[in-house]
């Protein structure tokens, strides 16, 4: 589910059909909503796509994000690098969650169900 | 004793010398994560939902020791992802015994009988199984069947090559008191040295939501299984800690006392809450704003009762008054007196 803390104008949003940050895409016109696009950006575990305002394209897992400081920053391991890149906010121009939601499966429900299963399976106890 | 004697003279110097040396706070246990990859996939862990190039990264054993040597903490926790995942992890282990760490691999024994040949048992080395019950319970925590007769067997195999051994046993909201007692006694009877019990943590990104413990709930849980506690039950454990969790002493947490370090670098705040990476521990014990953490003081701390939190409280009380110290002395003597 988004968070209640999103607070991004609809006209600069693009969002999924289905209910998740997954496919969403951000292009944030002031630094309040920057700050909270980058918030969910870091809060999500999944990749997410950066364009910056070089019009380079960066794809990778924010881990780090340091808003209070006189120039903020993020930090990210890039998708197909080793070493982590820091690029600071204001270079930032759209944010897409372009990767899976890694905590968005359905590993537990799924495993639930085959535990009912093989109860339902198991032969009745006598009394 | 559940803990070696030299360990706990270790704990007791250390945590003396920083009181004698004024320090405010200081780490007791360092959280090492070397890798979040890992073979299962629990029902309440918050910690492995990454990208696969993410999973895939790792520390080097250079940076584990030097994390190691940074913190300065007497015990480093090995927990993940799996760390017998981790190619290198015998030489990281070699390394932190080499320097008198009393490490502990935080392991759910899938690997470890393929494994443990690469390890030479020393008192500095525990092996610390996740066993979060009897088989029903423990592979239905774990999400797969058959963990449980693995991880049996592989502490079996563990304790007769030497190895110190314990458990570490996290319970949520399904518990059966007889049932975890029923656990305790199986555990004691494989010769485990200790076992080591704690509330899950609400972790956001864990698959099952409905299984976390919340705070009322935690103490009628663990009252119930540690009242009347049979002798022969080791707790690798904070005598007082155990009283915490039974609703008999109450604590604000401690998150500087098992800070964490992984492929992000030092966790802000703690083990369990990923505010922020920071570079240094230094930067970490100085910069951080601990009066936002803690019950009463942040949200996502209502329903902690979690070890990495509270041991250290637990700790603090025992060595920071006489009659704290008594206290310790006197419940692990009589644990079951009111």
């Given at each position: 589910?988004?968070?209640?803390?999103?607070?991004?104008?609809?006209?600069?949003?693009?969002?999924?059909?289905?209910?998740?940050?997954?496919?969403?895409?951000?292009?944030?016109?002031?630094?309040?909503?920057?700050?909270?696009?980058?918030?969910?950006?870091?809060?999500?575990?999944?990749?997410?796509?950066?364009?910056?305002?070089?019009?380079?394209?960066?794809?990778?897992?924010?881990?780090?994000?340091?808003?209070?400081?006189?120039?903020?920053?993020?930090?990210?391991?890039?998708?197909?690098?080793?070493?982590?890149?820091?690029?600071?906010?204001?270079?930032?121009?759209?944010?897409?969650?372009?990767?899976?939601?890694?905590?968005?499966?359905?590993?537990?429900?799924?495993?639930?169900?085959?535990?009912?299963?093989?109860?339902?399976?198991?032969?009745?106890?006598?009394? | 004793?559940?803990?070696?004697?030299?360990?706990?003279?270790?704990?007791?110097?250390?945590?003396?010398?920083?009181?004698?040396?004024?320090?405010?706070?200081?780490?007791?246990?360092?959280?090492?994560?070397?890798?979040?990859?890992?073979?299962?996939?629990?029902?309440?862990?918050?910690?492995?939902?990454?990208?696969?190039?993410?999973?895939?990264?790792?520390?080097?054993?250079?940076?584990?020791?030097?994390?190691?040597?940074?913190?300065?903490?007497?015990?480093?926790?090995?927990?993940?992802?799996?760390?017998?995942?981790?190619?290198?992890?015998?030489?990281?282990?070699?390394?932190?015994?080499?320097?008198?760490?009393?490490?502990?691999?935080?392991?759910?024994?899938?690997?470890?009988?393929?494994?443990?040949?690469?390890?030479?048992?020393?008192?500095?080395?525990?092996?610390?199984?996740?066993?979060?019950?009897?088989?029903?319970?423990?592979?239905?925590?774990?999400?797969?069947?058959?963990?449980?007769?693995?991880?049996?067997?592989?502490?079996?195999?563990?304790?007769?090559?030497?190895?110190?051994?314990?458990?570490?046993?996290?319970?949520?909201?399904?518990?059966?008191?007889?049932?975890?007692?029923?656990?305790?006694?199986?555990?004691?009877?494989?010769?485990?040295?200790?076992?080591?019990?704690?509330?899950?943590?609400?972790?956001?990104?864990?698959?099952?939501?409905?299984?976390?413990?919340?705070?009322?709930?935690?103490?009628?849980?663990?009252?119930?299984?540690?009242?009347?506690?049979?002798?022969?039950?080791?707790?690798?454990?904070?005598?007082?800690?155990?009283?915490?969790?039974?609703?008999?002493?109450?604590?604000?947490?401690?998150?500087?006392?098992?800070?964490?370090?992984?492929?992000?670098?030092?966790?802000?705040?703690?083990?369990?809450?990923?505010?922020?990476?920071?570079?240094?521990?230094?930067?970490?014990?100085?910069?951080?704003?601990?009066?936002?953490?803690?019950?009463?003081?942040?949200?996502?701390?209502?329903?902690?009762?979690?070890?990495?939190?509270?041991?250290?409280?637990?700790?603090?009380?025992?060595?920071?008054?006489?009659?704290?110290f008594a206290q310790t002395v006197k419940t692990m003597l009589f644990p079951n007196a009111t």
């Amino acid at each position: 589910m988004i968070e209640e803390s999103l607070h991004v104008s609809e006209e600069t949003t693009k969002r999924p059909a289905e209910d998740g940050l997954q496919g969403a895409e951000f292009r944030p016109t002031s630094r309040a909503e920057l700050m909270n696009v980058v918030n969910l950006a870091f809060n999500y575990r999944g990749d997410v796509t950066l364009e910056l305002k070089s019009q380079e394209t960066v794809t990778g897992y924010i881990f780090n994000r340091v808003p209070d400081v006189p120039h903020p920053y993020l930090e990210l391991f890039p998708l197909n690098h080793p070493d982590p890149r820091t690029i600071a906010y204001d270079d930032v121009q759209v944010i897409r969650f372009t990767g899976d939601d890694t905590a968005s499966g359905k590993s537990w429900e799924t495993w639930m169900q085959k535990k009912q299963e093989e109860k339902n399976t198991l032969p009745p106890k006598s009394p | 004793m559940a803990v070696p004697f030299s360990q706990m003279v270790t704990v007791a110097g250390y945590v003396i010398s920083q009181k004698f040396k004024g320090v405010k706070r200081y780490p007791l246990v360092l959280m090492l994560e070397p890798i979040f990859r890992c073979n299962l996939a629990c029902a309440g862990c918050g910690k492995i939902q990454y990208p696969d190039h993410v999973l895939d990264r790792r520390l080097t054993p250079e940076q584990c020791w030097a994390a190691a040597e940074e913190c300065g903490a007497p015990i480093v926790s090995i927990p993940g992802g799996e760390p017998l995942i981790h190619p290198e992890m015998a030489d990281i282990v070699r390394g932190l015994v080499q320097r008198k760490k009393y490490v502990y691999v935080c392991t759910n024994a899938i690997l470890l009988e393929r494994k443990i040949n690469e390890y030479q048992p020393s008192k500095y080395l525990t092996f610390s199984i996740h066993m979060d019950g009897l088989r029903e319970e423990h592979d239905r925590a774990v999400c797969r069947n058959g963990v449980y007769d693995v991880a049996v067997k592989a502490i079996k195999t563990a304790l007769s090559k030497g190895f110190r051994v314990n458990t570490n046993t996290t319970l949520f909201n399904d518990a059966h008191p007889q049932r975890v007692r029923a656990f305790f006694d199986k555990m004691m009877e494989l010769g485990v040295e200790g076992m080591m019990i704690s509330p899950g943590y609400s972790y956001e990104k864990a698959p099952d939501q409905n299984g976390f413990l919340q705070r009322h709930r935690t103490r009628e849980l663990f009252t119930k299984l540690l009242t009347e506690r049979k002798r022969g039950w080791q707790f690798n454990q904070s005598p007082l800690f155990l009283e915490f969790l039974m609703g008999k002493r109450d604590y604000q947490c401690t998150p500087w006392g098992n800070p964490t370090y992984n492929i992000f670098g030092w966790q802000k705040p703690c083990y369990l809450l990923q505010d922020e990476s920071i570079s240094s521990f230094n930067a970490l014990l100085e910069e951080t704003n601990w009066e936002q953490y803690g019950v009463g003081r942040n949200e996502k701390c209502k329903d902690c009762m979690v070890h990495c939190g509270y041991e250290a409280s637990a700790i603090e009380e025992t060595f920071g008054s006489w009659s704290g110290f008594a206290q310790t002395v006197k419940t692990m003597l009589f644990p079951n007196a009111t």
